[in-house]
C-alpha cells in the first residue's frame, strides 16, 4: 500500500528528477535576483558614505550588465557541451563569490566596485542559458510552461527578500554585512545541489529516466543528440529576431524597476531608506502569480489552444499591460497609489514567462540555451544603455521621472508589436 515500508508515498510517487532540477533551478533564480537587488538598495548608503552623484550612482548600477553581457552565449554553449547542471554549479559559486567580495571593492574605489561588479555579472550571465538547457532536455512540452513558472517565481521571490530584508540588515549591521549573507546562501546552494546528488546525467547530458504520464521519454537527451548549433542560421531568423525583439523591450522597463525604483520612491514619495521594504509588495504579486500563470497556459495547451496564439496573448498581456502603468506611475498622487498601479504592472508582466520569454523553447527546444543566450545578450542592452541613461535624464530634468517612465512605455510597446507580427511557434530546426 502507499506509503507502507518499501513504497513511495504518494508525493514521491509523483516527485521526479525533473522536479528537483526545477526546484534547484528556481533557488539559483532567487539568490541571483537578491544580489543584483541587494546594489540598488545599499547604493544609497554607499553614495551618501561615498558622495557619489546621480551620474555615478547609474555607472555603479549599471556594471553587472557589462559582464552580464559577455557570458551569456558562453553559458549556452558550455551548457550544451558540459552540461547544464554542472555549468550552473559552477555559475553560482562565481557570482557568490564576487557577491562577497562587493564590500571590500566598494570601499577601495569606484573602479574597484564596477571590475568586482562586473565579474559577479559575468558569473549570472551564465544562469539562465544552463536553466533553458535543462528544461530543453529534461522537462516535456506539456509540462513547461508551469515549469518555467515556477523558475520565474525565483525572480520576484529574490527580489522580495532583498527588499524587505537588505534595509532591516543595514539598517541593524551596516550594508556590507548584506552581501556578506546573500553570498553565504549561494555557497549554501551549492552545497546542497552536491549534496542531493543532481549531476549532469540527471541535467542536460545522458537523460534516460522519468517518463511523463503520456509515456514518452521526458528529455530524451535532446541536448546530446542535437547537432552543432547553426549561430548564422539564428541569428538571421525571424522569429528569433522577433523573441529577440520582445526581450529586449521587457527589459528596459524590468531592469529600470529593478535598478531605480528605490531611488523613484525615496525621491518621489520622501520614503526613507529604513522603509524601503515596502517595495517588496509588487514583487510578492508577482511571485504568487508566475506559477498560477503557467498553469493556465499549459492548460489551454493541452485543451488543443494554438500555441503561437497562446505566446502571443500573454505577450500582449505581459507587455501592452506594463507600458500602460508606466504612463501613470509618475502621475501617481501618494505612495500607496504607486505601490498599487506597481502591483498590476508586475502582475500583468509575470504574463511574459509563458509569452516570449518560453517560445525559446517552442522554436528552438534542443538549442533553448544557445537562444536564451542570444536574447539575452542582447536584453542586456537596456541594462548597459537604459540604467546609466536614467541617471542622466534625471540629472538634465531636475529629477523629472516623467521622461523616464514614458520612454520606457513606448519601448516596451514597441517590443510587444514585433513579437505579435513575426512570432512564430513551431520548431524552426
Same mark, same amino acid.
Given at each position: 500500500?502507499?506509503?507502507?515500508?518499501?513504497?513511495?508515498?504518494?508525493?514521491?510517487?509523483?516527485?521526479?528528477?525533473?522536479?528537483?532540477?526545477?526546484?534547484?533551478?528556481?533557488?539559483?533564480?532567487?539568490?541571483?535576483?537578491?544580489?543584483?537587488?541587494?546594489?540598488?538598495?545599499?547604493?544609497?548608503?554607499?553614495?551618501?558614505?561615498?558622495?557619489?552623484?546621480?551620474?555615478?550612482? @547609474?555607472?555603479? %548600477?549599471?556594471?553587472? !550588465? =557589462?559582464?552580464?553581457?559577455?557570458?551569456?552565449?558562453?553559458?549556452?554553449? +558550455?551548457? #550544451?557541451?558540459?552540461?547544464?547542471?554542472?555549468?550552473?554549479?559552477?555559475?553560482?559559486?562565481?557570482?557568490?563569490?564576487?557577491?562577497?567580495?562587493?564590500?571590500?571593492?566598494?570601499?577601495?574605489?569606484?573602479?574597484?566596485?564596477?571590475v568586482c561588479r562586473v565579474a559577479m555579472g559575468m558569473g549570472e550571465g551564465?544562469?539562465?542559458?544552463?536553466?533553458?538547457?535543462?528544461?530543453?532536455?529534461?522537462?516535456?512540452?506539456?509540462?513547461?510552461?508551469?515549469?518555467?513558472?515556477?523558475?520565474?517565481?525565483?525572480?520576484?521571490?529574490?527580489?522580495?527578500?532583498?527588499?524587505?530584508?537588505?534595509?532591516?540588515?543595514?539598517?541593524?549591521? @551596516?550594508?556590507? %554585512?548584506?552581501?556578506? !549573507? =546573500?553570498?553565504?546562501?549561494?555557497?549554501?546552494?551549492?552545497?546542497?545541489? +552536491?549534496? #542531493?546528488?543532481?549531476?549532469d546525467r540527471d541535467a542536460g547530458v545522458n537523460l534516460r529516466q522519468d517518463k511523463d504520464k503520456s509515456g514518452d521519454a521526458e528529455g530524451g537527451s535532446a541536448a546530446e543528440a542535437a547537432p552543432k548549433p547553426p549561430l548564422g542560421f539564428?541569428?538571421?531568423?525571424?522569429?528569433?529576431?522577433a523573441v529577440t525583439a520582445a526581450h529586449i523591450c521587457h527589459n528596459w522597463g524590468w531592469w529600470l524597476l529593478m535598478s531605480w525604483l528605490p531611488t523613484f520612491m525615496h525621491a518621489k514619495f520622501g520614503l526613507e531608506k529604513s522603509s524601503l521594504s515596502i517595495i517588496f509588495l509588487p514583487y510578492f504579486v508577482m511571485f504568487l502569480s508566475f506559477p498560477a500563470v503557467g498553469v493556465l497556459a499549459d492548460a489551454a495547451y493541452r485543451r488543443g489552444g494554438?500555441?503561437?496564439?497562446?505566446?502571443?496573448?500573454?505577450?500582449?498581456?505581459?507587455?501592452?499591460?506594463?507600458?500602460?502603468?508606466?504612463?501613470l506611475l509618475n502621475s501617481m498622487p501618494t505612495q500607496r497609489a504607486a505601490i498599487a498601479l506597481m502591483c498590476f504592472v508586475f502582475l500583468a508582466g509575470t504574463a511574459m514567462g509563458s509569452g516570449a520569454l518560453i517560445n525559446h523553447l517552442d522554436i528552438a527546444p534542443a538549442h533553448a540555451g544557445i537562444l536564451m543566450g542570444i536574447s539575452n545578450t542582447a536584453a542586456c542592452v537596456p541594462g548597459i544603455i537604459g540604467v546609466p541613461l536614467t541617471g542622466f535624464l534625471l540629472q538634465e530634468n531636475a529629477g523629472d521621472w516623467g521622461a523616464v517612465f514614458n520612454l520606457a512605455s513606448l519601448v516596451t510597446a514597441a517590443g510587444c508589436i514585433v513579437f505579435l507580427v513575426y512570432a512564430r511557434a513551431e520548431p524552426i530546426l
Amino acid at each position: 500500500m502507499p506509503g507502507a515500508p518499501g513504497h513511495p508515498g504518494p508525493l514521491l510517487a509523483w516527485w521526479q528528477k525533473r522536479h528537483t532540477l526545477t526546484a534547484l533551478c528556481a533557488g539559483s533564480v532567487v539568490i541571483s535576483y537578491s544580489d543584483r537587488v541587494n546594489m540598488s538598495v545599499t547604493i544609497l548608503d554607499m553614495a551618501e558614505e561615498n558622495g557619489w552623484d546621480e551620474r555615478t550612482k @547609474g555607472v555603479v %548600477l549599471s556594471s553587472f !550588465f =557589462f559582464g552580464y553581457i559577455v557570458t551569456q552565449l558562453a553559458g549556452g554553449f +558550455l551548457a #550544451l557541451r558540459l552540461g547544464g547542471g554542472r555549468t550552473l554549479n559552477a555559475a553560482v559559486f562565481l557570482w557568490s563569490l564576487f557577491t562577497l567580495l562587493t564590500p571590500a571593492a566598494a570601499k577601495t574605489s569606484v573602479g574597484a566596485l564596477f571590475v568586482c561588479r562586473v565579474a559577479m555579472g559575468m558569473g549570472e550571465g551564465m544562469g539562465f542559458p544552463c536553466i533553458y538547457t535543462i528544461l530543453g532536455a529534461c522537462v516535456p512540452e506539456a509540462e513547461r510552461a508551469r515549469s518555467m513558472g515556477i523558475i520565474q517565481a525565483g525572480v520576484p521571490l529574490g527580489q522580495v527578500a532583498a527588499f524587505f530584508s537588505v534595509p532591516l540588515i543595514s539598517a541593524r549591521v @551596516g550594508w556590507e %554585512l548584506v552581501f556578506v !549573507f =546573500f553570498a553565504s546562501l549561494g555557497f549554501l546552494w551549492n552545497l546542497l545541489w +552536491l549534496g #542531493l546528488g543532481v549531476d549532469d546525467r540527471d541535467a542536460g547530458v545522458n537523460l534516460r529516466q522519468d517518463k511523463d504520464k503520456s509515456g514518452d521519454a521526458e528529455g530524451g537527451s535532446a541536448a546530446e543528440a542535437a547537432p552543432k548549433p547553426p549561430l548564422g542560421f539564428f541569428l538571421s531568423n525571424v522569429a528569433v529576431l522577433a523573441v529577440t525583439a520582445a526581450h529586449i523591450c521587457h527589459n528596459w522597463g524590468w531592469w529600470l524597476l529593478m535598478s531605480w525604483l528605490p531611488t523613484f520612491m525615496h525621491a518621489k514619495f520622501g520614503l526613507e531608506k529604513s522603509s524601503l521594504s515596502i517595495i517588496f509588495l509588487p514583487y510578492f504579486v508577482m511571485f504568487l502569480s508566475f506559477p498560477a500563470v503557467g498553469v493556465l497556459a499549459d492548460a489551454a495547451y493541452r485543451r488543443g489552444g494554438p500555441k503561437l496564439r497562446i505566446r502571443k496573448l500573454f505577450t500582449a498581456v505581459g507587455m501592452f499591460g506594463p507600458a500602460f502603468g508606466y504612463l501613470l506611475l509618475n502621475s501617481m498622487p501618494t505612495q500607496r497609489a504607486a505601490i498599487a498601479l506597481m502591483c498590476f504592472v508586475f502582475l500583468a508582466g509575470t504574463a511574459m514567462g509563458s509569452g516570449a520569454l518560453i517560445n525559446h523553447l517552442d522554436i528552438a527546444p534542443a538549442h533553448a540555451g544557445i537562444l536564451m543566450g542570444i536574447s539575452n545578450t542582447a536584453a542586456c542592452v537596456p541594462g548597459i544603455i537604459g540604467v546609466p541613461l536614467t541617471g542622466f535624464l534625471l540629472q538634465e530634468n531636475a529629477g523629472d521621472w516623467g521622461a523616464v517612465f514614458n520612454l520606457a512605455s513606448l519601448v516596451t510597446a514597441a517590443g510587444c508589436i514585433v513579437f505579435l507580427v513575426y512570432a512564430r511557434a513551431e520548431p524552426i530546426l
